[in-house]
Structure formats: C-alpha cells, structure tokens
C-alpha cells in the first residue's frame, strides 16, 4: 500500500468518528452544504471504494504488516532495496496474483454489501432487525476481504530471508526501529 493509501486509511479512521460526532453535537453550518469533515470523510470512503474495488487492502493488513510479515506488493515495490533473487520475484508475483484473484471478487462483495446497508436507510425501511442483517452481511464480507490480505502477508514473509524482512521493516515502518 503506498504512502498516500496509508494516511487515507488512517484519516477514514479518524475522520469517520469524527463526523459521526459532529452530527451530532449540534454543530452550526449551511442548512444542506456539506461540512469539511464530512466532505474529508466522503474522500476517504471514495478512495476505500476505489482501492478494494481493485483488490488493494487499504490498511486492512496492518496488524501483519507492521510485525514483520512483509505484504507481497510492497515487497514487489522494494524488490531491488531487498535485493530479491529472480525465484522469490516469481513466488512474490504468483502470490499478488493469487492474492488478487481472491480479494477482488471479495471487495465487490463488501462494497455490494455496503450499498445494501446505504439503500436500507434511503428506502426508510431500516429496523433494528434488518440493519443487523445487513451491518453483519458487511462485516463478514469484510471479515473475508482482510482474511485474504492477512493471509497474503503470511505466505509472502516465508519467501524472505530474515535479513530481507528486517530490510522491510525498516522501509516501511521507519519510526519503529
């Protein structure tokens, strides 16, 4: 994930909460315009639906990535930096397609189930019963979507060499040397 997936991920994180909060803390703006933070917020959710929609994992392997078990696309951007031998190039590129095969298919599947829960409250047919369905119809999806990315890290770190990984590590997550 690069740099700017990164800190929109960690700004739909933030943000998120934040608006929520905003709606509700009586906050005075222009009847109908937008506030900044719900306009930021919408950003984010735009560039979450673009990034899953082409099967990229938004932040969704971080528990993985950030202890040392490498992601294979970002092993494929610091290929040279981690001196990578042709064969682990090969095994790295054959698990970012595997890992795309699964995880697109996946991500249409959470972002269906995202524009489910959205149609639920615009038909004005939400209940309790029925935003429970759908909230877990979309946190299963969401479940499977991170699974395939998580598992993706696992298979990938086993390719590496511990002095590649620590390498990684280092590129990735300078501040935590």
Do not use: I, N
């Not at 190039?89 to 996946?106: C, H, Q």
């Not at 935003?131 to 999806?141: C, F, L, P």
């Amino acid at each position: 994930m690069s740099r700017r997936a990164l800190v929109l991920a960690a700004l739909l994180l933030v943000l998120v909460p934040v608006v929520a909060a905003a709606q509700h803390a009586g906050h005075q703006h222009t009847p109908g315009a937008p506030s900044e933070g719900h306009l930021k917020a919408q950003a984010c959710l735009d560039e979450f639906d673009a990034v899953v929609r082409d099967g990229r994992g938004f932040g969704m392997a971080f528990a993985a990535d950030q202890q040392g078990y490498p992601g294979p696309m970002h092993v494929l951007e610091l290929k040279d930096r981690l001196g990578l031998s042709p064969e682990q190039e090969t095994r790295v590129r054959a698990l970012v397609d595997a890992m795309f095969a699964e995880s697109r298919p996946k991500g249409a599947r959470l972002l269906e189930a995202e524009a489910r829960l959205r149609a639920l409250f615009a038909s004005g047919r939400a209940d309790e019963s029925t935003v429970r369905a759908a909230t877990a119809e979309v946190e299963h999806a969401r479940a499977e979507l991170r699974l395939v990315h998580l598992l993706a890290h696992l298979k990938t770190r086993d390719v590496l060499t511990d002095a590649q990984r620590r390498h990684y590590h280092e590129a990735r997550w300078p501040a935590s040397r």
